[in-house]
């Protein structure tokens, strides 16, 4: 918890952002801000309303100059909604301060510098890129100001996204710029029609309610799957929530239900019923097919995902004869998508259901040399299974945002592989992991890949090789 305070502070010039979408500034004494609504180049006069260890939180007063690199947010809910943070920053801009802030944590966390530094590979679509969105009903949305001062009566039923730092609102989406059509036609007619029809929403608060959480996932091809979280069980009421949609768009072609009354909405643990069409989607990536369920990672944004396994396979360089791991591997796409390269590939992943679909898209698409073992990867992944499995000459290793556990780093620097590509979606943890790695290996290159337009957001892809 930060101090609160109010102090102003005239002419600061924005030299930065962070991946919360905040500007950043630094005062004559190098005292550091974090300031709203502010993008690099703004020159502004701020309120100060909170102090922080290392930094001040603060808010525009006056622009005394506007960066030229400022653009016009398309989406109504910019500033409100806790996603799309940095819409009001140019996309070149924003490419630009991503691989700075890249080149900032493997320089500063991980003391690693890399031989080549290659340009970020900017995304084709900055926006409707996504494959997967997942909106929250609720009983007691966030108002507007206008809503709050108008005299009308406003409902509080909403469909959208958490507003930020009040886990108990919902800001209701109109229109959301990532994810294709019918998208947000899903969305508004299904809150309207559950509205019209007298179907209770969620409180999160009292644990109580009917609709509680809605799942929109889609393929490159158009094919869309829905999936409508219930809190309690009602079947007269679930016939009219899942009918209405089959029924209006036809391009649904997995529709799919679940009653969930745990404390939390998350799905790993839920029995999820067919209402109508297939269990899941299936998207293609070159000649590959993967099976996507509901409960399936896959990359929100299948066009640059293509562009990051293509980068993933060129540094690799797979000769045919090699034995490699791909670890933290999902379902399989990575490891599916080199295959053909190697003589064996092997994935481990913690979630069971995950390693189910891999092994159906791997026997789908005729690959018989992927193999791929469920289970925690810092105990999973010791001398038994490289026993079992051969030592590897090449690694991919893709972990979750905290990066990889020290006893896995520890584990790849006694397999001593020839080479390792490391896939993360946080350069911080990535670059932790590095300064570790150094002791056997050598940061060869980098190459940020942008599939998060909008957001701090980055991939970033490391090759190292072995001293």
Not at 413 to 425: K, R
């Amino acid at each position: 918890m930060g101090k609160k305070i109010k102090r102003v502070v005239e002419g600061l010039e924005v030299t930065d952002i962070n991946s919360k979408g905040m500007g950043v500034a630094k005062d004559a004494s190098k005292a550091v801000y974090f300031i709203k609504n502010t993008i690099p180049g703004d020159l502004v006069d701020v309120l100060v309303y909170k102090k922080r260890r290392g930094y001040f939180e603060a808010e525009p007063t006056a622009f005394i100059k506007e960066s030229p690199h400022r653009v016009t947010p398309p989406c109504s809910h910019f500033g409100l909604c806790g996603g799309c943070k940095w819409q009001h920053l140019d996309y070149a801009q924003q490419l630009q301060f991503k691989e700075k802030g890249v080149l900032q944590n493997l320089y500063k966390i991980g003391k690693v510098t890399p031989q080549k530094t290659l340009p970020i590979i900017a995304a084709p679509d900055p926006y409707w890129y996504r494959n997967k969105l997942e909106f929250s009903f609720s009983n007691n949305r966030w108002l507007t100001p206008q809503e709050i001062q108008s005299d009308e009566q406003h409902h509080r039923q909403g469909l959208g996204f958490h507003k930020p730092g009040r886990w108990d609102k919902i800001i209701s989406i109109q229109q959301c710029h990532l994810q294709a059509d019918p998208s947000n036609e899903i969305r508004n007619a299904l809150l309207a029609y559950a509205i019209a029809e007298n179907i209770s929403f969620y409180d999160v608060k009292k644990q109580e309610g009917f609709l509680r959480t809605l799942m929109i996932r889609n393929t490159q091809a158009g094919d869309f799957m829905v999936l409508v979280q219930f809190f309690e069980s009602n079947s007269k009421a679930e016939e009219k929530i899942l009918s209405f949609l089959k029924n209006t768009f036809p391009q649904i072609s997995s529709l799919l239900y679940c009653i969930n009354n745990k404390p939390n909405d998350t799905l790993y643990d839920q029995d999820i019923k067919v209402y109508a069409g297939e269990d899941h989607l299936v998207e293609s990536m070159e000649a590959l097919n993967f099976k996507i369920t509901a409960k399936s990672f896959y990359q929100t944004n299948p066009k640059q995902a293509h562009v990051l396994y293509q980068l993933v396979r060129e540094w690799a360089d797979l000769k045919g004869s090699e034995v490699v791991y791909d670890l933290y591997t999902g379902t399989g796409t990575i490891a599916l998508f080199l295959a053909s390269q190697c003589k064996k590939i092997v994935g481990i992943e913690a979630i069971p259901e995950a390693v189910e679909d891999a092994q159906f898209n791997a026997k789908n698409n005729q690959i018989d040399n992927a193999f791929f073992e469920a289970g925690d990867m810092k105990s999973l992944f010791n001398e038994d299974f490289i026993k079992q499995h051969g030592k590897p000459d090449v690694i991919i290793t893709d972990p979750p945002r905290e990066g990889m556990h020290p006893k896995v780093v520890q584990q790849l620097l006694q397999l001593n592989a020839s080479t390792i590509v490391y896939v993360s979606c946080n350069s911080a943890t990535q670059a932790r992991d590095l300064e570790l790695l150094t002791a056997h290996y050598i940061v060869e290159k980098s190459q940020a890949v942008d599939l998060f337009p909008q957001t701090g957001h980055v991939e970033n892809v490391v090759l190292l090789k072995r001293k």
